[in-house]
């Protein structure tokens, strides 16, 4: 691990109905493309990237999953070590909005509670055919405290931000932590180990 | 070029303007300054003038010679005209006759072909005749074959022709014809039909083939790939159905009863790619096959199990079936790519990924897959649960059985999982084991630690009557509630040893799952090679490493609490009781000691039976951790202690061969180096040591030589200053 080169490590897994444009998402801020065609996620998919954030290199490592129910227990496993969960719903498909609720049951259930989830409504670049207001999901993501953003694959439209910010957030949330746990520092051994990674469910 | 002869036609511009000043200008004009100005303007372009009419007649002789030159060519450009003209008429004629030649040869050629057009059509009469006449007799021969063969003949004639002779004038005998093979031909596909119809209900195979093969000789390729895919198919799925019922039915006692229904899809996936093998050609019409079986599976898969162990069969048996399916897909693969050109495979190979990924037999193991990852977790769990609530120690091993078992059960499901040839399924059991042995696991045994290594009164009894006989004895006139106190006691101790050899086993177990898993991983790809998928399994595996590194955590806190509950407490008095001892003593005193030791050794006795509890009940890693801590802390105690004494120049001695014999023993029982831990000390000691104060010069400073101080200037003159005999002012005048 200490031969890596990089300060942080951050897991991402995306999350979200089929359709919706998470792989799009995933290979437009990991390769700079709009896949043309590409077949549904089967199972899982994995790409990383290393991003600099004021200096310091941040890795991301971002888990591609497959919407559909068959796979739902292949990705259900990846929850609980995911440091960010990118929630995603297609603007232009009411349905994509109306599963949510059942999303944010399964992060209940499965992820971590220091998780950090953010809600994305992608393919803003067809705002003519677009079904769910912006207010109504910021509302919605607001009562759930989630961040909001609104994002297009296809335009690369707030792709780099989303990804970006995530990382700023989890860069905090991880320099809090180790803040936490320097103050109380009951536990001799955890001390000097602490990891910012560190989502264990004991102490 | 252009540019530069734009500027000069400018230029030329300009200089006609200033010309260009005409009379009336300057006679308006009234000013000297003006006239004088229009006068240098009019004699620059004199100038100009001057000079470009030089120019121009220095030009004059290079133009005359051009012009005798010219002159002279006059009668050698006379001589090329007439000659180009001859040329010329010559052309015209060569080419009227290349004209009239190659008329002749198209007339020829058009003869020939027409020629040809009424050999062939003769031919496709008379093949028409023959045929009609063939098919007629083979017919009645019931030769079937033989009858294609002609319909066959019929229908790659040309169509045209065949019009163009009904318009000639047999064309009555070609319609009779016609209409004659016409009739046959449907006569042919409907009893090829109904014959391969009926070899299919006899399965006679053989028929069945024959017939297969007359169907492209009528032109019904896809009908007849059809039907003989709908045999196969029906061929297969009725045996599919006679070993499910021979499953379903069979006797459950036998040995392989459990994966009775991986072995019946295994036979099926083998009878399919045996048919696929031995007929090549319709590889393509087999995709639709899947539903048959893959639906009465599911059936088989029970829904509501709560004893793990029940779920073992079915569990295996997914992982098969979906290996054996994996397989299958495998075989298609390379059969399929075995069929395209090497320049599309490319694009042909994106194709088949695409129609393999989605098709029904993938999908449906996904689904199969998907309901297995829950099972098995759920049977890791509760297996786990159960290991730990079986849990068992015996006397004189160092873990408790729920470690082996736990581990044992993790690599069981990893191993179940790796063998269903799906990566995902792999990742996502990994991620489950480790969340198995993070969370609940770490939990059991962080649980355990936290009770504490019990430091009771009856320990400090244990110490004095170092006999455990006595000990029996004594607890036993106690009486029952008293030994069952002890027991109690007893058990507890070995409980959090034990406790602490198993997340240290755990540990290591861990490290050691990883790595096998690495080797493992690396031959599966060897077969099947995606790097995507390597890199998937190769960061779920490095999760393992971050647990194994939490159980380290949780290990380092345990010894934490045992060496703040069990050691310091009894090794703090022991070294407090240095104090006792004067180490202010002259030479009859210093020789009493030699004989009768004061301190030492009872101190290294005490501290010998104090860790050989531990040294006979922890793993050698741990213990020799702990007997660092140990160590370090009696360096700790020893350093506060000695600084509330007070020596004479023998007591310094005294001190030193006390401190001597300490280190010696201290170095036998760890393998960590020692003198570090005691360097503060054993400087210590040689100030305690010195004759002068100022000897204290000799080495320090320049001349501390090899030796790295590790006492401050003012701590040097702290010890210094508990030699009763060195006088403070010398100690102060030091310079340090
Ligand atoms: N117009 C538009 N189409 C998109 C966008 N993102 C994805 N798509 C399309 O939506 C479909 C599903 O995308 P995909 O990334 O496979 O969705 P996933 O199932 O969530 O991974 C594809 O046809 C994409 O081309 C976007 O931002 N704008
Ligand atoms: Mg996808």
Redesign the pocket.
């Known amino acids: 691990m200490s031969m890596e080169d990089y300060d942080y490590l951050f897991k991402i897994v995306l999350i979200?109905?089929?359709?919706?444009?998470?792989?799009?998402?995933v290979r437009r801020f990991t390769q700079g493309l709009?896949p043309?065609?590409?077949g549904?996620?089967i199972g899982v998919d994995f790409m990383i990237k290393t991003v600099e954030i004021r200096g310091e290199k941040v890795k991301l490592q971002i888990w591609?999953t497959?919407?559909q129910e068959r796979f739902r227990s292949i990705t259900q496993s990846y929850y609980r070590s995911a440091n960010a969960l990118i929630l995603?719903y297609d603007i232009t498909c009411e349905d994509s909005f109306r599963c949510l609720p059942e999303w944010l049951r399964e992060i209940e259930q499965y992820a971590n509670n220091q998780v950090v989830t953010i809600l994305v409504g992608?393919?803003?670049?067809?705002a003519e055919k677009r079904e769910v207001l912006r207010q109504k999901a910021e509302d919605f993501a607001e009562s759930q405290s989630m961040l909001y953003l609104e994002?297009?694959?296809?335009?690369s439209d707030n792709v780099e931000k989303l990804f970006l910010d995530l990382a700023c957030e989890l860069i905090r949330e991880a320099k809090q932590n180790k803040l936490d746990n320097t103050d109380s520092a009951p536990m001799p051994g955890e001390g000097k180990a602490i990891s910012y990674l560190s989502c264990c469910s004991l102490n | 070029m252009a540019d530069s002869g734009g500027t000069a036609a400018v230029r030329r511009c300009d200089s006609g303007s200033v010309s260009s000043i005409g009379m009336d200008t300057i006679s308006a004009l009234t000013e000297l300054e003006d006239l004088e100005r229009v006068y240098q303007q009019l004699c620059d372009g004199e100038k100009e003038v001057e000079a470009k009419l030089d120019r121009l007649v220095a030009q004059e002789g290079n133009i005359h010679t051009k012009m005798l030159a010219l002159q002279r060519m006059g009668p050698n450009l006379q001589l090329i005209g007439g000659d180009a003209s001859q040329l010329s008429g010559m052309i015209t004629f060569t080419c009227s006759l290349a004209e009239n030649v190659s008329r002749k040869v198209r007339q020829l050629d058009l003869a020939k072909t027409r020629l040809y057009n009424v050999i062939q059509r003769t031919d496709d009469i008379l093949d028409l005749k023959f045929c009609t006449d063939g098919v007629q007799t083979a017919l009645h021969n019931e030769d079937y074959e033989q009858a294609a063969a002609h319909i066959h003949r019929y229908l790659s004639l040309d169509q045209s022709v065949i019009e163009l002779s009904r318009q000639g004038e047999e064309s009555s005998a070609v319609d009779a014809s016609l209409v004659l093979l016409q009739e046959a031909e449907q006569k042919l596909k409907v009893i090829v039909a109904e014959k391969l119809d009926e070899a299919v209900a006899a399965v006679d195979l053989a028929q069945v083939e024959r017939f297969f093969k007359i169907f492209p000789l009528l032109g019904l390729h896809q009908q007849g790939l059809a039907r003989f895919g709908q045999y196969l198919c029906s061929q297969l799925a009725s045996k599919a159905e006679e070993n499910l019922i021979l499953a379903t039915g069979g006797d459950l006692g036998e040995k392989r009863a459990q994966l009775i229904f991986a072995d019946t899809l295994t036979l099926l996936l083998e009878g399919i790619a045996r048919v696929v093998e031995t007929h090549q050609p319709i590889v393509e019409t087999y995709y639709g096959l899947d539903p048959i079986w893959t639906h009465s599976m599911m059936k088989s898969v029970p829904g509501e199990i709560i004893e793990p162990r029940e779920l073992d069969p079915v569990l295996s048996e997914v992982t098969l079936m979906n290996a054996r399916a994996e397989l299958y897909l495998r075989f298609l693969r390379r059969r399929i790519m075995a069929d395209f050109e090497v320049g599309d495979i490319q694009k042909h190979q994106q194709n088949m990924e695409k129609l393999l990924k989605h098709c029904l037999l993938s999908t449906n193991m996904q689904e199969l897959i998907g309901y297995y990852i829950p099972m098995e977790e759920y049977y890791m769990r509760e297996s786990v649960n159960k290991a730990v609530a079986m849990d068992t120690y015996e006397k004189g091993q160092l873990t408790s059985s729920m470690v082996d078992d736990c581990f044992y059960i993790v690599k069981k499901c990893i191993s179940r999982a790796l063998s269903s040839s799906s990566i995902d399924c792999l990742c996502a059991m990994i991620n489950h084991a480790n969340s198995v042995l993070e969370s609940d696991f770490r939990e059991v045994l962080y649980n355990k630690l936290r009770q504490g290594f019990p430091a009771t009164t009856l320990q400090d009894i244990q110490r004095n009557v170092s006999s455990a006989v006595i000990l029996m004895q004594s607890s036993l006139q106690q009486g029952k509630f008293n030994t069952l106190g002890i027991e109690s006691t007893e058990n507890a101790k070995a409980a959090f040893l034990v406790t602490l050899n198993n997340v240290e086993v755990c540990s290591e177990n861990i490290t050691t799952l990883k790595r096998n898993l690495e080797n493992d991983c690396s031959k599966l790809f060897s077969q099947t090679g995606g790097s995507g998928d390597q890199a998937k399994i190769e960061s779920c595996l490095s999760d393992l490493v971050n647990t194994s590194t939490k159980f380290k955590d949780l290990l380092q806190e345990g010894l934490t609490e045992l060496n703040t509950t069990a050691i310091k407490p009894q090794v703090k008095p022991w070294i407090s009781s240095f104090l006792a001892i004067s180490h202010n003593i002259e030479e009859e005193e210093f020789n009493d000691y030699e004989a009768n030791d004061p301190w030492v050794q009872q101190l290294i006795i005490n501290l010998e039976q104090l860790m050989t509890e531990f040294k006979m009940a922890l793993s050698p890693v741990i213990y020799d951790t702990l007997t660092s801590l140990m160590t370090s802390l009696v360096s700790i105690e020893m350093e506060k202690t000695v600084l509330k004494c007070s020596f004479s120049r023998l007591g310094g001695l005294q001190f030193d061969k006390e401190l001597r014999s300490l280190v010696a023993y201290l170095t036998t029982v760890t393998t960590w180096t020692i003198r570090d831990k005691f360097a503060r000390l054993t400087q210590m000691a040689t100030i305690l040591n010195l004759e002068r104060v100022t000897e204290i010069l000799d080495y320090w400073g320049s001349n501390s030589g090899p030796l790295t101080w590790r006492l401050t200037p003012a701590e040097v003159r702290q010890v210094l200053a508990l030699r009763i005999d060195f006088r403070s002012e010398d100690i102060k005048r030091l310079r340090l």
Request: aromatic share 4%; glycine share 16%; proline share 3%.
């Open positions: 979200g109905n089929a359709g919706v444009g998470k792989t799009c998402l709009f043309p065609g590409q549904a996620t591609d497959a919407g995603t992608n393919k803003i670049d067809l994002t297009s694959a296809k335009e």
